[in-house]
């Protein structure tokens, strides 16, 4: 590739070999160490060096990403979508990154399809892009297109969350729905640290996680939940597993109780459906769908001070009757840190 790191001066050209490698170096570090603005500054000198290297647009694009720059990333990425610089599906993901974090959800179901028509998409992809497909059309049928370009500038001089001092859950409930509505990268540190915490609450803990889930945060991370340890990547995930699980004890309750005692089944419904929200991405263990169906039953029948017995329970569920207690002293556990403010 052509060499164009030489400034002239005084019509005498001077040398600076490799000057915009060792730009491009200099700009990544910086990247890599959050210093969005030093990135930004080492890159575009490095793309007024050497303008056809793919390595500097990309980590340029990035900067402007990371930096909440997002009007100008959005640009940057389609004028290499245009030009053809760098890796086609590397920067039409980067791309539809950029778009999910300004909520413009009808031009990411329309590049999508494009891609899909024309069969630009790898086989190995096709899963990770149809699904962004269905979440961004179910997004642009509920949400009006708001341009949030003006919204998202660079925060040089961001405060930190301190998640670990909020525990009203009405103020999580607020700060969530604040993140969900900006570029989230600038916090994942410390939504990090939070989610690894065993002082991190487990409900606002499920928020944090969904709003990860929801910007396709492609990183590994460590999330603790009542004494257990599970990597997760929420790009990568899928709630059909807990899911499953929570329909399948839910219909086996509902056939039990629906007709026979409908207001305990609602009671039930709501417990499993609360414990569920607060364990994900967790399941519940070690028992079977009909020992933890028995376990609710015993549970939500105590709170409306109704009385069934183990046994009783046990023929009913067919299940081991030494369980059942075992399972209820778990949902104990469970609805403690599960109820507002424990």
Same mark, same amino acid.
């Given at each position: ?14 040398l600076?070999p490799?000057l915009?490698? #060792? ?11 959050k210093?969005?603005s030093?990135a930004?500054?080492? !890159? ?6 050497e303008?056809?290297n793919?390595? =500097? ?5 990035l *900067?402007?990403?990371?930096?909440g720059q997002l009007t100008? *990333?959005k640009? @940057? ?6 030009k ?7 920067v039409?993901?980067?791309y539809?990154? =950029?778009?999910?974090q !300004?909520?413009?959800?009808n031009?990411?179901?329309?590049? =999508?399809?494009?891609?899909i028509?024309?069969? %630009?998409?790898p086989l190995? &992809?096709?899963?990770?892009f149809? #699904?962004?497909?269905?979440f961004?059309?179910?997004? *642009? ?17 961001? &405060?930190?969350?301190?998640l ?5 859950q009405q ?6 729905a604040q993140l969900?509505e +900006?570029n989230? +990268?600038?916090?994942i ?9 065993k002082?991190?609450?487990p ?14 945060c492609?990183? &590994?991370?460590?999330v603790?939940k009542?004494g257990?340890?599970?990597?997760i990547?929420?790009? $990568?995930?899928?709630?059909? #597993? ?6 399948a004890? !839910? ?9 026979e005692?409908? =207001?305990?089944?609602?009671h039930? $419904?709501?417990?499993?459906? #609360?414990h569920?929200f607060m364990l994900?991405? @967790? ?5 079977n769908?009909e ?8 549970? *939500?029948?105590?709170?409306q ?7 009783? !329970?046990a023929? +009913? ?5 030494? %369980? ?5 002293a778990?949902? $104990? ?7 507002p403010?424990?």
């Amino acid at each position: 590739m052509k060499k164009r790191a030489r400034k002239k001066l005084n019509d005498k050209v001077l040398l600076f070999p490799d000057l915009e490698k #060792r730009l491009l170096e200099k700009g990544l570090e910086s990247l890599q160490q959050k210093k969005f603005s030093e990135a930004i500054g080492f !890159l575009e000198e490095a793309l007024s060096l050497e303008q056809e290297n793919s390595d =500097i647009h990309i980590g340029l694009a990035l *900067a402007y990403f990371e930096s909440g720059q997002l009007t100008k *990333a959005k640009e @940057f990425a389609n004028t290499m979508l245009q030009k053809g610089i760098g890796d086609y599906i590397q920067v039409i993901e980067l791309y539809l990154m =950029i778009l999910v974090q !300004l909520h413009q959800y009808n031009e990411i179901v329309s590049t =999508i399809e494009v891609l899909i028509e024309e069969k %630009e998409i790898p086989l190995e &992809k096709l899963d990770h892009f149809t #699904r962004m497909l269905q979440f961004s059309k179910r997004m *642009a049928e509920t949400s009006p297109e708001i341009n949030n370009e003006d919204f998202y500038e660079e925060e040089p001089d961001k &405060k930190e969350l301190d998640l670990l001092s909020i525990s009203d859950q009405q103020e999580q409930i607020q700060i969530a729905a604040q993140l969900a509505e +900006r570029n989230i +990268r600038p916090y994942i540190d410390e939504i990090k640290a939070y989610l690894q915490s065993k002082e991190g609450q487990p409900f606002f803990k499920t928020m944090l996680i969904n709003v990860l889930i929801e910007q396709e945060c492609d990183q &590994k991370l460590i999330v603790e939940k009542l004494g257990e340890e599970l990597v997760i990547n929420p790009s $990568k995930m899928q709630a059909d #597993r807990q899911f499953n699980q929570m329909e399948a004890i !839910l219909k086996i309750v509902e056939e039990q109780l629906v007709h026979e005692d409908p =207001i305990l089944f609602e009671h039930i $419904k709501s417990l499993i459906e #609360r414990h569920f929200f607060m364990l994900f991405p @967790f399941e519940l263990k070690p028992y079977n769908e009909e020992t933890w169906c028995a376990a609710y039953h015993s549970l *939500a029948s105590e709170y409306q001070g109704l009385h069934y017995s183990s046994k009783e !329970l046990a023929l +009913r569920y067919n299940v081991v009757e030494e %369980e059942i207690g075992e399972a209820v002293a778990v949902l $104990k556990e469970i609805e403690e840190f599960s109820s507002p403010n424990y």
